[in-house]
């Protein structure tokens, strides 16, 4: 599989390797797959029985037939797979696709440690070392500094604005020690972005640290979150047959990107719903054709408060050949906060579980979804994109009901704090990253 800039589909062809440690594509834009491989028969190899790290070992090597054979991919799988998603029936035709079983309990984790997995195994073979260079207003880098914690070869830098991110983030991102360098920035989240912005351009300092990123945009980051969706396709293929519809809380769109990813090459879909909060530009260019960024709003579901997607950009370059038109395959749906409370709640006292306020855009979703079509035996499986644990003050003022927190994060609350308190400027982070390394 060979990777082009979705800005130049006919310019040069890179390597996966390549398009993972560039992260962006010279030209500003994203690096996507120059063809779709055809893996349908694969797909429906998979049965329920088989486990998340032999489908995603299978996946790799179906992806990536000259650079792994089947140990090798499974050995890649298993590396970057210590944990699996899990699906759990919520009421009549709504699946929840549990995501957050990972060490910092959000489906980021998936795409992170996958990368994390692959940069160390090229970073080995060649005999090299790189650090990964990031800024974080608080949920992203916890999954990226945990999936690079203990990895060879790799070193983390992670940036956060000094008293803006919960207590609880703020744990998951310094606590860790090792190879994870916690900078804690006496300005804002801007601040942080910017002199990250600024390093990259530094040459002299890119020389000797081989900076790299670890965005969300990453190709690293995008294929390994469509192995998921194939999971659920194969635990689920002898009830849903060809009907399977998956609802997706969706901000930058890379999750429902990898899901479509998944559908070109072979998996059974009849539909997937972007599910958003309040920032609706996806679902209004769906029933508009007319795609208008804007500023992002504040809302209950914060990770997926995003203006103008990055990922759209992707979504239009796969639709952009005319085979299929996207209404075809995409609908939207955005839920305000009002709605979110109601479906936490509803969720709560029906069900008797909790939700994150994510994965509630999700399930107001599915629920639309049916109601619709009474009747229908369509399964919907929603992404349950993060632990409610993770939003502990959402729930109580939502539903009244405090979430139990695994103990994976609350084994972290008693740890002790290590940071390095800098000031926003680009020479402050020049100084401490030449010092340290
Ligand atoms: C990042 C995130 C999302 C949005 O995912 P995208 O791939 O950006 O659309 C949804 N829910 C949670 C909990 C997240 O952390």
Redesign the pocket.
Known sequence: MRFVSTRDRSGRDVSFGEAMFRGLAPDGGLYQPTTDPDLRALIRSFGADMSFVDLAGALIQGLFPEEYDAASARDLALRAFPFAPQLRRLEPGVVLLELFHGPSC???DFGASFLAASMEEHLKARGERATILTATSG??GSAVAQAFHGRENIDVVILYPSGRVSPLQEQQLTTLGGNVLALEVTGSFDDCQRMVKDAFVDEALNDRLNLTSAN?INVGRLIPQSFYYIYAFAQLKEEVEDEIVFAV????????TAGVLGWRWGMPVSEFIAATNANDVVPQYLDTGVFTPRPSLKTL?N??D?GN?S?FERLQAIFADGMLDINSLISGVAVSDDLIRRTMRDVWERDGELV?P?TATGVYAARERLAAEPGSDATVVTLA??HPAKFVEVSREAVGVEPEIPERLARLLDLPKESVVIEPTVDALRAVLLDRY
């Open positions: 959000a489906f980021k949920d992203t969300s809380p969706s901000g930058n769109f890379g999750n429902l579901a990770a997926m995003v997607p990922n994150c994510h994109t993060a």
